[in-house]
C-alpha cells in the first residue's frame, strides 16, 4: 500500500507538471518563480521516483541471473 501511494504522487507530480507547462506554452501563465520552482520539484521527484524504480529492477533482475546460473550449473549439468 505504501508504494502505491508514493507512485500515485509521483504521477501527481507529473500531471501538475504537465499542466504547468501546457498552461506557460499557450500564455496562460506568466508564472512567478515560485510556481516555475513547483514545476521542478514536481519533475524532479517524478523522475526520482521511476529512476528509482528502475534501479530496484535491474537489481531484482540480477538476483534471477544469478538463480539461473545456479539452476544451469547444479541442476542441468549433473545429468
Request: aromatic fraction near 18%.
Amino acid at each position: 500500500m505504501r508504494n502505491k501511494t508514493w507512485d500515485w504522487l509521483a504521477w501527481v507530480a507529473f500531471i501538475i507538471l504537465l499542466v504547468y507547462f501546457f498552461l506557460k506554452i499557450i500564455g496562460v501563465f506568466n508564472s512567478p518563480i515560485l510556481a516555475d520552482m513547483i514545476a521542478f520539484v514536481s519533475a524532479g521527484y517524478f523522475v526520482g521516483r521511476y529512476a528509482m524504480k528502475i534501479d530496484t529492477i535491474f537489481r531484482d533482475v540480477e538476483y534471477l541471473k544469478k538463480d539461473v546460473r545456479h539452476l544451469n550449473d547444479r541442476v542441468f549439468r549433473e545429468k
